[in-house]
């Protein structure tokens, strides 16, 4: 599994926790910054993650600033990716199951760092149930026609 990270500095914090944790999990991750807590726009490095999804680079993306609304706005401007803003495991297993969610975007300031890991393991191991759901993600595609 190849999995895009990215953050801008109000998320490099959490970003920096989930590398390792994925990296020690064997799981080939690609940083695409920010790579230190200065200001900077999150823009700049979401998109390049989202990009790198889009293009299947990589299978899946993440992306964290303070709230995650930024990061979640910037990746579904990229054709291809379906974001979604998780702050729960419940809502982060749904993304997975009834959107075929492929880039987790994080808020650092409102993800409790108590469920961070088991949050975006959660998101990671939650297979697409298809189905009815299926023809509501072809739909979503439809729209970056």
């Known amino acids: ?7 801008d500095h109000g998320g490099f914090l959490y970003k920096e926790k989930i590398k390792s944790h994925l990296a020690n999990k064997g799981i080939n991750v690609f940083d695409f910054g920010t790579f230190n807590t200065e200001s900077c ?5 979401i998109k ?4 790198a999804l889009s293009n299947k680079e990589v299978d899946f993306a993440i992306g964290v600033c303070s709230s995650g ?5 910037v990746a579904n ?7 979604a803003l998780c702050h729960n495991i419940e809502i982060a297993k749904l993304s997975r199951q009834h959107n075929n969610a492929n ?3 994080l808020g650092q300031k409102f993800v409790d760092e108590n469920i961070l890991l ?4 959660t998101w990671l191991n939650t297979e697409f149930e298809g189905g009815r759901h299926q023809r509501r993600v ?3 595609e439809q729209l970056n026609q």
């Open 1 to 7: 599994m190849k999995i895009a990270i990215a953050s």
């Open 41 to 45: 726009d999150y823009p700049d490095y």
């Open 48 to 51: 390049k993650a989202a990009e």
């Open 69 to 73: 609304i930024g990061v979640s706005i």
């Open 77 to 83: 401007k990229i054709k291809g990716v379906r974001a």
């Open 103 to 105: 880039f987790l975007a």
């Open 118 to 121: 088991e949050l975006v393991d």
């Open 138 to 140: 072809e739909k979503i």
